[in-house]
Each structure stands twice: as structure tokens, then as C-alpha cells.
């Protein structure tokens, strides 16, 4: 009796294996050797150049740039997306009276220093940053918004507790704001987001709310976040 073995599916390719591609390309393409460098070449988006020298190098065969072409254009429709709803987000706060900044580099404390050890500091980098149009600092209300348009980048932003934690030194409130896919289904839902975030989701060119966020009183703004807003 034969038996037909079926020769195994080529393996799935991720975001990972654009990245290693357009590194191969930009690069003089030395091996790695790793788990993707073989799915890559397996799927014949890579092959092997042997130098008169011996040494062994890598570089992209047609289809391995047709790959990075198609993987640049749906990057530049996501990063569209998502500018788009950063946009929106901002307006709604203006909207509201409030003044909204994108883009900002603010500097955010993690942890208090304790038993001798210095506090944890890092830099964040929230999509929309805003604050109440007032004179008096005790009512500016700093609120921050994470913008997601893609669920991968989503879950991968939620494995991240100290970027969260920055957001939550910088504001009074973090609201993460939820794109929907082509099915027009919010990429994420509320009970995937950490409780002491709200939650807000694009549909139909409207932010809907479907988790307040947890609010809390800031006194005062630190003295280098004004300083970068002034900036």
C-alpha cells in the first residue's frame, strides 16, 4: 500500500518576517540563522549568494520585494488610518474646550523611589494629549488617548504595563480609542483594556463611549510637561 505524504504548508508570515526582509535589503544581508530567516527562505522570498571568497550572504529574489511592496502599502493605509482617527480625537477634544497637542514627548515617572533605590522614569509619546482651555492649573484636567487602528499593535501595546503606567502618571484620565476592521467590528473589546482606562470606539465617523475611564484629581501638571507644551 503507498501512502502520500502532502509536503508541509509554507509557514505563516507576520509583521516580522516584512521587518527582517526590508533589513535584509537595506543591509549587506549577513545570515542570522534564526526561525524566520528559514520560514523566508523556505517561502522563497530570500536565497543564499555565496561569494568568490566563501562567505555566504543574503538577498531578496523578486518575490521577496514584491512581499515588502505589498507589506509598505498596508502600513501606509494603516499609518492613514490612524492618523485619521488621531485627527479625530483631537477636533472632539477642541471641540470640548479643550487644548489638544499630538505627537508630544513627555517625560513620565514610573515608580517613587524607595528604600534607597531612585525612581523609574521614561519618556511617553501618547497620540493626543489635552488639557482644559483654563488659567488655573488645578482645573487643566490633563486627559491622555492611545489611538489603535490595528488589533495586532493593539495586543501588543497591552503587553506593555509600563507605557500604560506613563499614560496614567501623565493624565487624570487614559481613554484608549478603538478603530473598527473591514467588517466594521471594533478591533478590541472593553474587557481586553485594563480597567482604570475608558474606552472609546470609532464608528460610523462618531467616538462612541463604551467605558468611562476611571477619573482622578492631578493638582498640577509637572513643571517639564508645561515646559513641553509651551515647546
Known amino acids: 500500500m503507498t501512502v502520500s505524504v502532502s509536503p ?3 509557514p ?18 549577513w545570515p542570522c540563522g534564526d526561525a524566520i530567516e528559514i520560514d523566508l527562505l523556505s517561502a522563497g522570498l530570500i536565497e543564499r549568494v555565496r561569494s568568490l571568497h566563501g562567505h555566504e550572504t543574503l538577498r531578496l529574489t523578486d518575490a521577496g520585494i514584491a512581499h515588502v511592496a505589498t507589506a509598505l502599502v498596508f502600513n501606509r493605509a494603516a499609518l492613514s488610518r490612524h492618523e485619521a482617527l488621531v485627527e479625530q480625537v483631537a477636533r472632539e477634544m477642541m471641540r470640548a474646550g479643550r487644548i489638544a497637542w499630538r505627537g508630544l514627548s513627555l517625560r513620565a515617572r514610573l515608580s517613587e523611589g524607595v528604600n534607597g533605590e531612585k525612581p523609574r522614569w521614561c519618556v511617553a509619546r501618547p497620540d493626543v494629549f489635552s488639557i482644559r482651555n483654563t488659567s488655573v492649573e488645578a482645573y487643566a484636567q490633563p486627559i491622555v488617548h492611545e489611538v489603535k487602528v490595528n488589533r495586532a499593535d493593539l495586543l501588543s501595546d497591552l503587553r506593555k504595563p509600563d507605557k500604560r503606567a506613563a499614560y496614567l502618571d501623565l493624565g487624570g484620565e487614559c481613554w484608549y480609542v ?28 462618531r467616538l462612541v463611549v463604551a467605558r468611562a475611564a476611571v477619573h482622578r484629581a492631578l493638582p498640577r501638571l509637572p513643571f517639564a510637561v508645561w515646559m513641553a507644551l509651551a515647546k
Open 12 to 29: 505563516p508570515l507576520g509583521r516580522l518576517h516584512a521587518r527582517r526582509l526590508r533589513e535584509i535589503h537595506r543591509s549587506a544581508g
Open 8 to 10: 508541509p504548508a509554507d
Open 178 to 205: 478603538l478603530g473598527c476592521n473591514a467588517k466594521g467590528q471594533p478591533i478590541g473589546e472593553p474587557d481586553e483594556i485594563p480597567v482604570e482606562c475608558g474606552v472609546l470606539v470609532a464608528h460610523q465617523g
